[in-house]
């Protein structure tokens, strides 16, 4: 199984194909910030986003939007905090915050948020 760990340390980036982005890993997610939507439900019922774990990798899904290169601006990411599969999600050292930048030729680069980077919680 690959984590989030090995993910930012090999530098994977992911992948993002309309309304679908593509993650190098899998990972409990908790709250997923886009534009100006957060995001906190992740039951197979949410109305805002499809979450598909494969073996090796992650689909999310994002219901209210058709194409993220597009709706995302150029000037935002998305948000994630989210924690490895596996690890107390109820101690907060284990909570890891992302973010997600779709660019061209469907890539996403994936990075930690730094303390001086805003995530409304």
């Known amino acids: ?35 100006d939507d957060v995001i906190t439900d992740f039951s197979e019922h949410s109305k805002q986003v499809h979450v598909v774990e494969h073996e090796d990798f992650t689909d999310i899904y994002f219901k209210d ?15 994630a905090i ?6 107390d999600i109820f101690d907060f050292k284990n909570h890891i915050t992302l973010s997600f930048n779709p660019i061209n030729d469907h890539v996403v680069e994936i990075s930690l948020l730094g303390p001086d980077q805003i995530f409304i919680d």
């Not at 989210?82 to 690890?87: A, S, T």
């Open 65 to 79: 939007y058709k194409n993220l290169k597009d709706d995302v601006s150029e000037y935002e990411v998305i948000k």
């Open 1 to 35: 199984m690959s984590t989030i760990k090995k993910a930012l340390d090999e530098k994977k980036h992911g992948l993002h194909y309309a309304n679908r982005l593509i993650l190098p890993f899998k990972c409990e997610f908790l709250k997923i910030g886009i534009e």
């Open 82 to 87: 989210c924690v490895e599969k596996g690890e």
